[in-house]
């Protein structure tokens, strides 16, 4: 039952997206998965940090587990400017796909300013992943400016 509730979650990625742009969708509802099939590695530069997973099927089961981990931690990706974006279409490869050339399940993680700050051949879960990105220097100094915010 999981695997056609993944199926179909996939499968309506891509329509979900209309006339907005994925930058505006996402400003919207900081929570939704998008399909990489319209997006560039260049969108999303200063504004977000992309969590791009592949998969070569959406029944993948790799795919499937990192899917579930994201949804019962979404809200620390959100608080960390995570753009999650999902590719499981290797035949129609996306821009994305074709910059960071992924084999079979592989998660990547791509920093405000564009570089890949993360590889991994495996599901991480929201622990993992939230360590990951508040070790970049970029979220280290959004932190402390939070912070400063707070106290004034």
Do not use: C, Y
């Not at 319209?38 to 592949?54: E, G, K």
């Amino acid at each position: 039952m999981k695997r056609i509730l993944i199926s179909a979650l996939v499968a309506s990625l891509a329509s979900a997206v209309s006339a907005e742009t994925v930058l505006e969708a996402w400003t919207a509802d900081r929570t939704q998965i998008f399909d990489a099939a319209n997006i560039t590695p260049a969108d999303f530069i200063w504004q977000a940090r992309p969590l791009v997973i592949f998969a070569q099927s959406p029944l993948d089961p790799m795919f499937i587990e990192q899917l579930d981990l994201l949804r019962d931690g979404i809200e620390e990706m959100v608080e960390r400017d995570v753009i999650v974006i999902v590719d499981t279409d290797p035949a129609n490869p996306s821009a994305l796909r074709t910059a960071l050339r992924p084999r079979a399940f592989m998660l990547t993680l791509v920093g405000k300013d564009g570089r890949t700050a993360l590889r991994k051949p495996a599901p991480w879960d929201i622990r993992e992943l939230s360590r990951a990105i508040d070790k970049i220097p970029m979220r280290q100094q959004e932190i402390i400016d939070h912070r400063a915010l707070r106290n004034e």
